[in-house]
């Protein structure tokens, strides 16, 4: 007999792109090599980053062996079809990020690749900067390809400003670049096709330039898309004494934030896992026979069937504890 579903975390599995820092470690007290990480994955479910149990009795089961062996029971009614259907990533930019883009389901079937549309929630530990983030109105593909040719691409770029507590929307063909000194949690579904159409002439460790996708960039960019990319957040009105916010709705997922400032519970109907993001301070999750400890940085998994699971906020922090609530 399968044993019963908790609360579930993952070993982080690191990525060391050139543009990454060190505040990963640093701010959420990971023991790690002295390097560079510019991306923690939390929870992913890809041949070449597979996430792995880290607490209780599943301990080492790989998140592929789980949905295969539970299915509905952890994904939900709403997605299990196919591997999970999201990823979870903490993104640190020391440099700035390439200038890229993703396909849009439209485009991925035209062109191949995978979809990617991705939510970014910028974290306590950054000072105020800016992303590049979609294209300035009367910007044409001739305009923006003769750019690329002078190096003179930023111009046509519409900078937004950022700061801890902002989030942003990013759906398939929305140009972007994250600048220097940004720290995020990423939300997106799951995909790892990225087009980079100009990394501002860096080279990587062996001296050389990265390879560029400009072709491919060039037929996924929605070249009218005037939308904000600023996502404002709307007041959810619930009885339990806490401050809860939706972030973003949209057919990959749900995003609601919560400020955990008394204890609370969250129950399932099984349409949906449901994933919890610390983005600042301490609590307890208590579900499954399971009390689970959580701090800032850590990412937990509530399986669909877990039927109620208790968040304690711990410590003086005001609120106590950051929370983003993910499910599909």
């Avoid at 900067?129 to 691409?153: C, N, W």
Wanted: proline residues 7%; glycine residues 8%; aromatic residues 8%.
């Amino acid at each position: 007999m399968d044993a019963a579903l908790y609360p579930l975390i993952f070993e982080p599995i690191y990525r060391n792109y050139l543009w990454g820092g060190r505040r990963i470690p640093r701010l959420f007290g990971r023991e790690l090599p002295r390097g560079i990480y510019a991306e923690s994955w939390e929870i992913a479910d890809r041949p070449e980053a597979m996430s792995r149990v880290a607490n209780g009795p599943l301990i080492g089961m790989t998140l592929r062996e789980l949905r295969r062996r539970y299915g509905s029971r952890l994904i939900g009614r709403a997605g299990v079809e196919g591997p999970f259907p999201l990823i979870f990533k903490i993104l640190d930019a020391a440099q700035r990020t390439s200038l890229q883009v993703h396909p849009g389901e439209a485009h991925a079937v035209q062109i191949g690749g995978e979809p990617k549309t991705e939510f970014w929630y910028a974290l306590p530990g950054m000072s105020e900067q800016h992303l590049f983030i979609g294209l300035r109105p009367g910007t044409v593909p001739a305009l923006f390809e003769e750019a690329l040719r002078q190096k003179r691409v930023e111009r046509l770029l519409r900078v937004v400003p950022v700061q801890a507590g902002d989030a942003f929307f990013i759906p398939g063909g929305r140009i972007h670049a994250v600048d220097a000194g940004c720290l995020f949690f990423e939300i997106q579904q799951n995909s790892d096709t990225t087009y980079r159409v100009f990394d501002w002439d860096r080279l990587d460790e062996h001296g050389r330039c990265r390879p560029l996708h400009i072709e491919e960039a060039l037929q996924v960019i929605e070249w009218d898309d005037c939308e904000d990319p600023r996502v404002t957040p709307e007041r959810i009105d619930r009885a339990d004494g806490n401050v809860w916010r939706l972030l973003k709705a949209c057919k990959h997922f749900r995003i609601e934030r919560l400020d955990l400032l008394r204890d609370t519970t969250l129950n399932s109907d099984g349409r949906s896992f449901r994933v919890v993001f610390v983005a600042a301070g301490r609590l307890v999750a208590e579900g499954g026979g399971e009390r689970l400890p959580l701090r800032s940085g850590m990412t937990c998994l509530l399986p669909a069937t877990l039927e109620s699971c208790r968040l304690l906020p711990e410590g003086r922090r005001k609120p106590p504890a950051e929370l983003l609530l993910i499910e599909l």
